[in-house]
């Protein structure tokens, strides 16, 4: 393990949200002042939605700036699954550009996941900012165990993303999903990772100590980014 890991921890999810929204805020503007642009890739699910709403404050020049999930959920736009869905109802009225990765219904999730990688080859590569979640199982974005997890975690390094079916399903989410690949991830020019709770926590730190060798998805992902991670926790 190379990676240089960084805990942040809070008091609660409020703070967090601040603090959180705060580094991303400066992770874009450093981008727009270096390149006139900014890319980045948000992370889906309830627990980062407190600091969307806080960085859609911030006084940024949202017309620069390009969102992608760093997952999706193959559901039409505006279902309650939809990762994008939330993500736009942040920052879509402040004038970003926000891109879903699912953008039809394709004839099934591997079709999907080639339109998405298609889609995403137009834009500024790398990322300037991953921000993950973490869940409960140690999955990060759509990387999940199951028949596709080898090619998320060693597929093409010039392969931004790809259709996964997670086995076994997630009850919460029994969907097919497109996922940014594990190499698309590491890329990155900057990664944060924002989760809640003990049990999360405990997951992250057993997949740091395992490295390559971690059966969680998150141990594979850190086992191979090369820049500083920044982890923000609450209970």
């Known amino acids: 393990m190379t990676t240089e890991i960084e805990w942040w921890d809070y008091d609660d999810a409020a703070e967090m949200a601040d603090a959180v929204a705060g ?10 002042d270096a390149r006139g642009a900014a890319v980045i890739a948000l992370a889906g699910g309830k627990t980062p939605l407190p600091i969307y709403e806080k960085l859609a404050k911030a006084k940024i020049d949202w017309k620069r700036v390009t969102i992608i999930p760093g997952d999706e959920r193959i559901v039409p736009l505006g ?7 939330a993500i736009g109802k942040a920052f879509l009225p402040k004038g970003a550009r926000v891109i879903p990765l699912v953008s039809a219904t394709a004839p099934d ?15 500024h590569w790398p990322l300037d900012l991953v921000l993950l979640g973490v869940g409960g199982d140690g999955h990060a974005a759509s990387i999940f165990p199951g028949p596709d997890f080898d ?3 060693n597929g093409p390094k010039e392969r931004r993303a790809l259709g996964v079916m997670p ?5 919460e989410a029994p969907v097919a999903r497109v996922t940014l690949s594990k190499a698309a991830l590491t890329s990155a020019r900057a990664m944060m ?5 003990d049990a999360k926590r405990q997951v992250i730190e057993d997949a740091v ?14 086992a191979d980014v090369e820049l500083p991670v920044d982890i923000h926790w609450a209970p």
Do not use: C, H, M, W
Request: proline fraction near 8%; glycine fraction near 8%; charge should be negative.
């Open 23 to 32: 580094d991303i805020g400066f992770i874009i503007e450093s981008a727009i």
């Open 79 to 85: 279902d309650a699954l939809s990762n994008v869905t």
């Open 109 to 123: 999730y591997k079709a999907a996941g080639r339109a998405a990688d298609a889609l995403l080859q137009d834009l």
């Open 151 to 153: 090619e998320a975690l």
């Open 167 to 171: 086995d076994p399903l997630p009850p």
């Open 193 to 197: 990772i924002a989760v809640t709770g």
């Open 209 to 222: 100590k395992e490295g390559q060798s971690s059966p969680y998805p998150i141990g594979r992902i850190l």
